[in-house]
């Protein structure tokens, strides 16, 4: 298989090509051929030092899948991200250590998220006790979320890096199963780690946001912030929020009065639902993914509270009866929404 050529090699590319040759050398570091590698994924080494070629993300998804199925008990996400170089996810390592404190830091990747993947989602959820990084792939499901993990093991790399401290998470949530027990996360992140959760996130200590960086530079930092600006107004996206974000914000919002409607939603943004579903699409995802992970999202959230009913809840989530709403919630998590509420999430 060839991969075409470059037109226009930005720094998404360039992230995406150290990205790839980073898993690549991992899986023949681990014992993977690359006859075996290049038969399942097309790809050859002599694609990873041609600098005339972009190489789609999608081959760090099926790479990870042959490692995974090579190694089915291993959660090699972790093992990987644990031993790569920060520079596969440059430029953000270098914004982010001369941010004034964590929450500039966080608030950078979220601005700056981009740079990795132009269908990447991420935000920064602040609440009285606690601060989430949330994060988003379409491709995530891909390869089981392994380059889910490796993601989150990255991003606590560089905010150790950064502040130069390692007490500073509650805990850590993956969408997927875990691909082995779950103490071996635990021993890794040395927090609690939860599965099937509506988004991959960093949960921080609200205080922990306060803390400051080692290397934190107000000049440096602005002049990294007006590099990156430059690539957003040269890739025609928003220095301040990507209609994605918008999209999110709304959805958000509408939620917290159990609206779930897609024509709801492209009135609030004065477009017809037609515009917004290509705006959607044009970022990777259909408005019906955006409003069911908001689903998602307040199901789990009104399953903490014992005293409604899932008739209730399913009322709510706009769902014409509650055996609708059981089988969507068996399809988002694997669980029944009774389980959900034996299990120890129920409790947090």
């Known amino acids: 298989m060839s991969f075409e050529p470059a037109q226009t090699f930005n720094s998404s ?53 042959v490692i995974g199925n090579a190694y089915p008990e ?14 596969v996810i440059d430029p953000l390592p270098q914004i982010m250590k ?9 608030q950078a990747f979220v601005r700056y998220g981009f740079v990795l993947s132009e269908h990447l989602w991420v935000d920064l959820i ?19 979320g392994r380059g889910a993990e490796s993601a989150i093991v990255l991003i606590r790399r560089i905010v150790q890096q950064a502040i130069g401290e390692e007490d500073f998470l509650v805990r850590v949530e993956f969408v997927h199963r875990p691909h ?15 599965f099937q959760q509506p988004y991959n996130a960093l949960v921080f200590r609200r205080e922990a946001l306060e803390m400051p960086t080692k290397q934190q530079d107000v000049y440096l930092f602005r002049y990294a912030q007006e590099n990156l600006d430059l690539l957003h107004d ?16 709304i959805i958000a919002r509408k939620a917290e009065f159990y609206q779930y409607s897609a024509e709801g939603i492209a009135r609030d943004m004065n477009m017809s639902l037609r515009s917004l579903q290509r705006l959607a699409n044009g970022h990777g995802f259909t408005v019906h993914q955006l409003l069911e992970h908001a689903r998602k999202t307040k199901a789990q959230q009104l399953l903490r509270d014992p005293m409604l009913s899932a008739e209730a809840i399913s009322t709510q989530l706009g769902y014409s009866n509650d055996r609708a709403f059981r089988r969507a919630f068996k399809r988002w998590t694997g669980k029944t929404p009774t389980q959900f509420r034996e299990g120890p999430m129920s409790q947090t």
């Open 13 to 65: 590319s360039q992230t995406t090509t150290a990205a790839v040759a980073n898993v690549f050398n991992y899986a023949v570091h681990r014992g993977i051929s690359e006859h075996r590698l290049s038969a399942e994924t097309g790809l050859v080494r002599t694609d990873l030092i041609n600098p005339e070629t972009r190489l789609p993300a999608e081959l760090i998804s099926s790479m990870l899948r």
């Open 74 to 87: 291993q959660a090699v996400g972790l093992q990987m991200a644990s031993v790569a170089p920060l520079s």
């Open 98 to 106: 001369y941010a004034e404190n964590l929450r500039s830091a966080l």
């Open 126 to 144: 602040e609440s009285n006790n606690e601060a989430l990084l949330q994060m988003y792939h379409p491709l995530d499901g891909l390869d089981g």
């Open 180 to 194: 082995s027990l779950s103490r071996v996360y635990e021993t890794f992140f040395g927090v609690p780690v939860c």
């Open 234 to 249: 040269r890739w025609g996206v928003s220095s301040h929020s990507s209609p994605l974000a918008e999209i999110n914000t």
